[in-house]
């Protein structure tokens, strides 16, 4: 893209003096693929004049806060030690660090991902924890504690949720002793260190609380694992009255915001006609469900645009690049604006001011390495920073969009990211085909860091988006039920053979690379099209359904709406052991005939490292080619640089030597 508009300001500058970005033009490295983006979490404060950025390398953590009035740094803190996740300003003087950290909680053996919030205040540059397990009336032994749903009228206060428990001659902090506390929503000081106070008690199964702009309770959501009753309960006349009842399984509809009069709750869920996810209103008065407000036919509805306090203000539309739908007709019409300023790319809305007279944007794709750009009222739009300075426009290898036939004929729309000097010469290119995780998921246009890396070495990277991902309507999802290891693998399958037919793809140098379901996808592909592939990469796969779900019902109960998940994902339907060994490449090991690479983290808490490790064994006894690597301190999700580089190295080395690359 030639941008249209002054890449180099006054803000730019300062943001470029704080990171030290490089000017060298050198051939990136599979380091500057495989590390963190350096630049991440831009946020903007409520007045649209200060923004805050974190910036990560290997040696060095801050998050910082610069003026656009003044041109200046007013604040800087080192965040090395919690790394956080998420950061958004509560007003002019406070800053939220959303926070997640894979810990030992006391009570328990095993360890797990601690999700917290911290407060730093730009005055006096002093940073602490807003909710502390132990520490009253916030009881031991719970993980997500950096929800902050609403502030009190004069932002002293902020409402968050947590399990909490308090008895009649004291306090006990203990979850073992608690008898399974209450979620409550807490009402935590911001302005001194002082204990908080439960502020709207819930129940056992209550998961979700929603709050007006004046700090009254609104609502609370509860879902009861044992008798499947998702419900709603409004406020009203100082009583709890039930407005919404359902008895399912696994819940469809989600509760994700408040209408900006707060007369009504904002739910995501699929309007039957179309088969897309629309967006209705439940009325807190009485329940009363709207017809769809916003929806289309092509494309569903995947997320709120909201603010923190959960006043939604428009809707984010799914697809290879996302779209947005807003009430405002002139904030419609200015992201519409916005957007045709990057063809062909992703436009994120990344944050907005309170007055929405400021927006930062995110841009990923072919032409853009992930870039930060300002857009404010009545000024020029602001090229603000790039997340990988390392990396420029000119380096990146494009992405195109492709949609085959299955052969059911099925419609599978698919991304290919082609090696950028063989844009004119596509014909017999070493290929990775590269299923995503989920599976209900699906890939989009940006910067894919691992398909990146793949293009820059010289091959063809496929990524279909086989039955089951979500994205392309509630038909397209069902058809994947029940299908792991058959018809979605498959789609799959189908995926190569029409890159061979089509000349594009050479037969004998295909490998299959992938995570999560991915990472089952690509096993799959080893154990059941055993001649498709010189290599296979599984990275945190699934590799037998039937100890998955064991483990699932372990963790989560074997009543529980998880569990009706995956049985759903598995079976579509009651469960049948020897329908699941049927489709596990853990049973299959004898059958593979390429070579295998298994990646895994220790802490992965979704899938846990027994899937690797049974499946390395499984391998190794069928003496066949396998080499497992365990991640260090690693969850499911590669979020430590170091590891994340270590998966890439491993993976490309791995991939060359199979294949025959240099």
Known sequence: ??????????????????????????????KDYGNLPEIQLISISPSGDLVAFRKVTAEYDRVSVISISSHKQIASVDVKEIQPRAIFFLNEDQLVLRASEYKRIDVFIDQHNISTAFLYSLKDKSIRQLLTPGEEPVVIGQTNLGSIIGLSPDGKYAYMPAYSYVTKTGTDLSWGQSNNPD???????????????????????????????????????????????????ARQNNEWIDIFTETIEIPEKSFVGVTPDFKSLVMLDINQKTGRVAYYTM?????????????????????????????????????FSPSYQFFDAKLNQRMKDIMAKFPEQSVNLSDFSEDWKHLVVYVSGSNSPSEYYLFSEGKEPQFLTSSRPTIKAEDLHPTGKVTFAARDDLKIPTLLTIPKDKVGAMKN???????????ESHDTIGFDWIAQAFADNGYLVIQPQFRGSDGFGLKHIQAGYGEWGKKMQDDISDAVNFAVKKGITDPNKVCIVGASYGGYAALAGGAF???????????????????MLSWEKMESGGKSSTVSYWKRQFANGEID??????????????????????????????????????????????????????????????????????????????????????
């Open 529 to 547: 099209s055993p001649d498709l592939y010189k290599c296979v990469v599984a990275i945190a796969g699934v590799s037998n359904l039937k100890s």
């Open 429 to 439: 290119l070493p290929t990775i085909v590269m299923p995503h995780g989920g599976p």
């Open 577 to 662: 052991n020897a329908a699941l060994d049927a489709v596990s490449p853990e049973n299959f090991a004898q059958k593979f005939k390429a070579q295998v690479l298994l990646i895994h983290g220790e802490n992965d808490q979704t899938v846990p490292v027994e899937q690797s490790k049974k499946m390395h064994s499984a391998l190794k006894a069928a003496d066949k080619q396998v080499k497992f690597i365990k991640l260090n301190k690693e969850n499911h999700y590669l979020q430590e640089s170091e590891t994340r580089l270590q998966t890439l190295e491993e993976t490309i080395k791995f991939v060359n030597a199979a294949i025959g690359q240099k």
């Open 183 to 233: 979620y409550s929503l807490l009402k935590v000081n911001l302005k001194e260190k002082n204990p908080s106070v439960i502020f709207s008690k819930g129940g056992k199964s209550t998961y979700d609380f929603f709050v007006d702009d004046k700090g009254n309770v609104l609502a609370q959501a509860s879902y009861d694992q044992r008798t499947n009753v998702h419900k709603v309960r």
């Open 1 to 30: 893209m030639t941008r249209s508009f002054a890449q180099i300001t006054g803000l730019l500058a300062i943001i470029s003096a704080l990171i030290s970005i490089s000017t060298a033009q050198a051939k990136p490295t599979l």
């Open 283 to 319: 009325s807190l008065a009485n329940g009363a469900l709207s017809e769809p407000i916003f929806g289309r036919d092509d494309a569903d509805i995947e997320g709120a645009i909201k603010s923190f306090q959960r006043v939604v203000y428009g809707v984010r539309y799914s697809g």
